[in-house]
Structure formats: structure tokens, C-alpha cells
């Protein structure tokens, strides 16, 4: 059975940036929108797998996102 890796995208509204927390090692992200997140984690998870886990080939990798905010009810 192969590995799961997790990834974990959470909103850090005093800096306004969204900050990974990861099982790859070596895996730091750190972007103003979640779709740079999305896109980084895409080109870096592979290659932080290849250099610092010595993985090769398909692997699977779950990444959930977490942020909160305030509203003002009506």
C-alpha cells in the first residue's frame, strides 16, 4: 500500500496569506489567494518528494483548505 501524503492550506487573516502544514518534508508555502496555493503545491509537492523522500512516480497527496471569517448578520 502506498503512501498518503497530506497537505493543509490555512488562512492566516492578521497576515492575510495562506500558510502550508504538511507530511512533505520539506514542503513551506506561503501565497496571498488559494489558487496560488493550488498552483504551488502542484509544482512543489513532486519535486519535495523527489529530493527529500526519495520518491519516485505517482503518489497520492490530500490537501484540504481552512480559513474562517467574520460576518455581520442582517
Known sequence: ???IYHVEAHW???AKVW???SD???LVIETATLAEFEALMHGLV???LADNAAEAGAVSVEWK???AFDL???
Do not use: H, I, L
Open 1 to 3: 500500500m502506498r503512501k
Open 12 to 14: 492566516d487573516a492578521e
Open 19 to 21: 500558510t502550508s502544514q
Open 24 to 26: 512533505v518534508p520539506g
Open 46 to 48: 513532486p519535486e519535495m
Open 65 to 67: 483548505a481552512f480559513g
Open 72 to 74: 455581520a448578520a442582517a
